[in-house]
């Protein structure tokens, strides 16, 4: 994937520069859900703040 069409993806929410899992999952050419079930097996392996729920409003 074009590094251009990366940066394009990345927001900023509660003053962090984020990606989507939606996109993520694109980036790795994976379903989302699977992207997320791999993260919640080795949660271990990300920092405490790799992820978060958006709230109605920030969405």
């Known amino acids: 994937m074009e590094l251009e069409l990366i940066k394009k993806n990345i927001l900023e929410i509660r003053g962090r520069k984020v990606m989507l899992d939606m996109d ?8 989302t859900r699977v992207l997320k079930q791999a993260v919640r097996r080795n ?13 109605e409003l920030e969405m």
């Open 24 to 31: 993520l999952a694109k980036i790795y050419e994976v379903e």
């Open 43 to 55: 949660i271990e392996r990300f920092p405490e703040d790799f992820m978060f729920q958006l709230t």
